[in-house]
Structures are given as structure tokens and as C-alpha cells.
């Protein structure tokens, strides 16, 4: 039966002289979990294979001009009529300018781009719209700000339009398994391609989600996405991953990926989590309306730095980054933004 190591991530100042570094990042472990499917134990982490703690503790490749020593922000915006939160909002080039400008003066290190709304029950675009609304905006912020713009697409015609107008990094809601195309544009671009965990299609992911496991399927997904990725010529250091928190997926589902997200570490790659004022959070904390749940969602952006996640995909930059600062103070972590 396959064996899963999940690293028991660490802030506390008083660390253990053998301790290890999660990921070259800011959280330590001197312990694992060691799984399977039927049962885990607590394992001290020289106990675990080398070849995981390699992948465990190696520093991640910088990407795009980011290295992974700190937390980073992933500013969302949403240039769609229908977005679950801030849909209608942003879709005049203007406002989508003003919008991405003010995500970065609140301390973005990546802005987030995306023509289509992949919320439950979202209908699809048609190329030429979502490409339509992502590109000229692109076009323009790309040459103003010097941050890097992230294209939040499925589509590689869309993606590769967004390239050409200055985006480094691709971000697919569908690990490249909507458009296979996918794939070979990241490969040869060499652009990073965030992969995220997703089921079915937006229409109909929230029909009745099942897992056998969530937490180790979610894992064997991404591991296989990566292993595609890896056939298609985009090298392991390229690939950011994302369990897809609210992408078919009930309250337990989310709980149980966000209570155990160091288990991913041990595919080697940076990590993102995009659980920003996402309906599990209304649900827990009964706020019905999106706008509503900034304090929720900075709560699980906080437990998932605890956790060693590199990249926040969110909306309220600013409240984020605050408290993020101030979990670093308090935990005495040395890269205080
Ligand atoms: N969530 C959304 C969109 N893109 N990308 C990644 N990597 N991870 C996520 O969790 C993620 C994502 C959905 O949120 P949002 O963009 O705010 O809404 P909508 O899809 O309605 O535009």
C-alpha cells in the first residue's frame, strides 16, 4: 500500500538542533506523519526515506523573480461580469487597471488576471471574449507595473495571447487536462504554470463531490499532473500546486486538505492556496455575502503559512498582508514584510 509523508510543520523559536527546513522556507519539522489510506503515525523525520526529505527540505526554484524565503500574495483580479466576488466590478479596462494598481500598492507580489469565472455553476466563455478581456489589460500593466501578471486561464490560445502581452506565469484551474495545448505552451515558453486540483467542469463540480480519500487523492491528482508535466518537458522546479479549495469540494473536503496542506510538500513544488472568501467560509462563519468574509479568509491564509505555503491567492490585499507581517513578528520569523 502507498506510503504518504506529511512533514508536522514548526514556527516555534525554540528549534531542535536537527530540525529540517520545510521547503528552504520559514517553517521547521523534526517530525513526519508517516500514512497510508487505512492508518498514519508519528515518525521522528530521520526515519523517513532520503529521497522525500530531499524534496521536503530543498529550497524552491525562484520563479518569475520571486524566491520563496517569505509568504507571497497573489492579488486577484477578476476582469468577468459573473465572478462569485467581485464579478462586474473590474471588467472596464480602467477600472481593471485601477484595481490591479491598487492590489500592488498594498503590497501584491503577483497580480492575478482572469477572463472567466470558474465559480460553481459558471457557464464557459467563448476564446475570443475571455481573450478579449484579459489581454488589452494585460497589454497595458505589463508595461506599467513591475510586478509579474499571472494569466488565470484553461485556454492556451488564451494563455499564449497573454504571454506575448507580458504575463510570466499561467495559472490552470484544470491542470492542462481542458486543453492538453496547455502543456506544450508552457514547455515552450518556459513559463511557470500553476496545477490545480479540480473536478469536472465548473457547471456541475458542486454536484454531490466524492472522494474515497480527499486529502490522498487530491494528492495522487496533483502527482500525476505533475508527472504529465514532467513528460510534456516543463521541469518539476516550474510547476506551483494547488489542492483547489471549493473546486468539487463539500465543507469537509476543504477542511480536511486545509488541515493537512504540508502533506503536498512532498511533491517538491511551491504551493498555492486560493481559499479567499470562498463559500466554506460563509458557511462556517454565516456570512452569506462574498464581501463578508475577509476575516475568514485571512484567518486560513494565516493557518496555511503556519503550514509552509509559499503563494495566497486572494482579494483583500491589504488585510492579508498585515496579518501575515504580524504572524511573522509574533513567531519571531526573520522575513517580516
Ligand atoms: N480560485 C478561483 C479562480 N482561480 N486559481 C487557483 N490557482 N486557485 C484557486 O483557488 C482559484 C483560482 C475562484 O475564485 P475567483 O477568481 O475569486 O472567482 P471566479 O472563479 O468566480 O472568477
Known amino acids: 500500500m502507498k506510503t504518504y509523508y506529511r512533514p508536522i510543520p514548526m514556527t516555534d523559536p ?5 530540525a529540517l527546513s520545510l521547503a528552504g522556507g520559514w517553517c521547521w519539522f523534526d517530525r513526519v506523519e508517516r500514512m497510508t489510506r487505512d492508518e498514519g503515525e508519528v515518525i521522528p523525520a530521520d526515519d523517513a526515506p532520503a529521497n522525500v526529505l530531499e524534496r521536503l527540505t530543498a529550497a524552491r526554484t525562484p520563479l518569475a523573480g520571486i524566491g520563496w524565503e517569505a ?10 461580469p459573473d465572478s462569485f466576488s467581485d464579478g462586474g466590478k473590474f471588467l472596464d479596462v480602467e477600472a481593471a487597471l485601477g484595481q490591479a494598481r491598487r492590489l500592488r500598492d498594498e503590497g501584491a507580489d503577483i497580480i492575478d488576471i ?7 455553476g459558471a457557464a464557459e466563455v467563448a476564446v475570443p471574449e475571455e481573450n478579449s ?3 488589452p489589460v ?19 490560445v488564451v494563455a499564449k495571447a497573454a504571454l506575448q502581452a507580458g504575463a510570466t506565469l499561467l495559472n490552470d484551474v484544470a491542470a492542462m487536462e481542458y486543453d492538453p495545448c496547455m502543456a506544450a505552451l508552457a514547455a515552450q515558453s518556459g513559463a511557470p504554470i500553476c496545477l490545480m486540483h479540480n473536478v469536472g467542469d465548473p457547471a456541475t463540480m458542486q454536484n454531490d463531490p466524492h472522494y474515497d480519500d480527499v486529502l490522498f487523492d487530491v494528492y495522487d491528482y496533483l502527482e500525476a499532473r505533475v508527472a504529465a508535466a514532467e513528460e510534456a518537458g516543463i521541469a518539476r522546479g516550474k510547476v506551483i500546486l494547488d489542492p483547489g ?4 469540494k463539500t465543507l469537509e473536503h476543504n477542511l480536511q486538505l486545509l488541515r493537512h496542506l504540508s502533506l503536498f510538500h512532498s511533491l517538491g513544488c511551491v504551493l498555492l492556496l486560493g481559499a ?49 507581517s504580524l504572524q511573522a513578528a509574533v513567531t519571531g520569523e526573520r522575513w517580516i514584510a
Not at 525554540?14 to 536537527?18: L, Q, S, V, Y
Open 138 to 156: 494585460i497589454g497595458i500593466l505589463a508595461n506599467e507595473i513591475d510586478i509579474p501578471i499571472s494569466i488565470d486561464t484553461r485556454k492556451s
Open 114 to 120: 482572469g477572463g472567466e469565472s470558474t465559480r460553481p
Open 245 to 248: 479549495i471549493g473546486f468539487g
Open 133 to 135: 478581456r484579459t489581454e
Open 71 to 80: 509568504p507571497r500574495m497573489m492579488g486577484i483580479l477578476n476582469v468577468t
Open 276 to 324: 479567499s472568501r470562498k463559500r466554506f467560509i460563509g458557511t462556517i462563519s454565516n456570512a452569506p455575502e462574498a464581501q463578508d468574509r475577509m476575516p475568514g479568509s485571512v484567518a486560513v491564509a494565516l493557518a496555511g503559512a503556519l503550514q509552509g505555503v509559499q503563494i495566497f491567492r486572494v482579494h483583500d490585499m491589504k488585510a492579508t498582508r498585515q496579518a501575515l
Open 14 to 18: 525554540a528549534r531542535p538542533r536537527k
